[in-house]
């Protein structure tokens, strides 16, 4: 009688134990593909950049002796901007950074965590992108409050095929 007590104990141990695993086991869910990069995702080339503060517009053209670009993959941002006399005459400039971006829907902010304008860095910038075929334009306010910038910032960039 205990041998056939004891098998009895063992058998509903066993059956116990395996309700138990099989009440925790976490739902199954078969693969689901990845979503598509964000149409943004890539290499894009600055055309052109308006900038309006406190009454003033100043439009530049960076295809005329100065480049920008600006790289972005599903949650990073780089840019990189130098001019094309390779820093041998007064036009001479470089400037870089990169952080992370959210993207929703048409609303973009950049947080800003490495930049040779190290006073920038730690901000975010929120701006509107809108996408018509290889152009992307971006419109936001810049603002930091320390440095005293508060300014509307529209870039018009192409993408680098």
Request: aromatic letters at 10%.
């Amino acid at each position: 009688m205990n041998l056939h007590y004891t098998a009895i104990s063992k058998c509903a141990g066993f059956i116990l134990a395996t309700t138990i695993l099989v009440a925790c086991q976490t739902e199954v869910k078969p693969d689901v593909p990845k979503t598509a990069a964000l149409p943004v995702t890539g290499t894009w080339k600055l055309l052109s950049g308006t900038l309006i503060e406190k009454g003033d517009t100043t439009v530049t053209d960076y295809t005329r002796g100065q480049e920008f670009i600006k790289i972005l993959n599903g949650s990073h941002f780089a840019f990189l901007h130098h001019d094309l006399s390779k820093g041998k005459d007064s036009a001479a400039i470089y400037s870089s950074g990169g952080g992370s971006y959210t993207l929703t829907d048409s609303l973009y902010t950049e947080h800003l965590q490495y930049c040779t304008a190290r006073q920038w860095e730690g901000n975010d910038f929120h701006f509107v992108l809108t996408l018509q075929g290889d152009t992307l334009t971006q419109q936001g306010v810049e603002k930091i409050e320390n440095l005293g910038v508060n300014r509307i910032n529209i870039e018009k960039y192409v993408r680098v095929k």
